[in-house]
C-alpha cells in the first residue's frame, strides 16, 4: 500500500521557538494532503488543507499565522508551528490522498508528537 | 456541519468473542472510512465505503454501511489480542480526501 512518511517522529522544544513537521508521500504524488491534530486521548482534529503550489485552506480556529503550511512539491508538505507554547503540545499527523488513483483511499502518516517546554 | 458519534467510546472482550462498533452520522455519508490506530501511532487504513447498502470484509473485519447512509458498523469475528486499539470512523467526501472523525472506540481484548 502507498505509504506516507512524518519527520521527526518525536520532537521536543523549548517555548518560543518554531518547529518544522515535514510529511512525505514515499510512492506516490498527492497534490492535497491534510494535516490533523490529535490531543491525549481524544479524536483526529482537521486543521488544514495543503494544496500544491498555492495556499493552504485553514479550518475555522486554527490561526495560519501560527502554523505555517507550504507544499512545495507533490511529494512534500511542511507544518512549521511557529513560537510554539505548551499547548501546542499534541500529535500532528498528516494524510494523504494519491492523485493518480480514483479509489478515494487516503493515507496517513506515522505522526510527529511535538511536546513544548 | 457534519458529525460523527461513535458507540460504545470503550470497549472490553474476551479473546474469541465476536464486537460491534457503530458510527452514526448527522448528515448523509458520501464515503465513510475506518482506521485502526495505536495510541501515539499513525492511522491503518481498513475499509472504505461509498454505497448504501455496501458491505467489506477483510480478513475477520467487516464494515457496512445503510441504506440511507447514515450509519456504518464495524464487526470482528472471533476477535484476537492484535485487534486491540482505537477504531476511528472517518466521513468526507473521495474526491476531496477532507475527513471529519468520530471520537473513536477503544478497544481492549482480554487473552
Known amino acids: 500500500g502507498a505509504v506516507v512518511s512524518q519527520h521527526p517522529s518525536r520532537v521536543i522544544c523549548k517555548s518560543g521557538t518554531s518547529v518544522k513537521i515535514e510529511c512525505r508521500s514515499l510512492d506516490f504524488q498527492a497534490t492535497t494532503m491534510f494535516w490533523y491534530r490529535q490531543f491525549p486521548k481524544q479524536s483526529l482534529m482537521l486543521m488544514a488543507t495543503s494544496n500544491e503550489g498555492s495556499k493552504a485552506t485553514y479550518e475555522q480556529g486554527v490561526e495560519k499565522d501560527k502554523f505555517l503550511i507550504n507544499h512545495a512539491s507533490l511529494t512534500l508538505s511542511t507544518l512549521t508551528v511557529t513560537s510554539a507554547h505548551p499547548e501546542d503540545s499534541s500529535f500532528y499527523i498528516c494524510?494523504?490522498?494519491?492523485?493518480?488513483?480514483?479509489?478515494?483511499?487516503?493515507?496517513f502518516g506515522e505522526g510527529s508528537r511535538l511536546t513544548v517546554l | 456541519s457534519q458529525e460523527l458519534e461513535q458507540s460504545p467510546q470503550s470497549l472490553i472482550v474476551q479473546e474469541g468473542k465476536n464486537l460491534t462498533i457503530n458510527c452514526t452520522s448527522s448528515k448523509t455519508l458520501y464515503g465513510l472510512y475506518w482506521y485502526k490506530q495505536k495510541y501515539g501511532e499513525g492511522l491503518i487504513f481498513l475499509m472504505m465505503?461509498?454505497?448504501?447498502?455496501e458491505e467489506k470484509s477483510h480478513e475477520k473485519i467487516t464494515a457496512k454501511l445503510d441504506e440511507k447512509k447514515q450509519q456504518s458498523s464495524l464487526h470482528i469475528t472471533a476477535s484476537q489480542p492484535s485487534h486491540a486499539g482505537i477504531y476511528l470512523c472517518?466521513?468526507?467526501?473521495?474526491?476531496?480526501?477532507?475527513?471529519?472523525f468520530g471520537q473513536g472506540t477503544t478497544l481492549q481484548v482480554k487473552p
Open positions: 472517518g466521513a468526507g467526501a473521495s474526491n476531496t480526501g477532507k475527513l471529519i
Open positions: 465505503l461509498q454505497k448504501g447498502g
Open positions: 494524510s494523504a490522498r494519491p492523485t493518480s488513483r480514483n479509489t478515494g483511499e487516503l493515507f
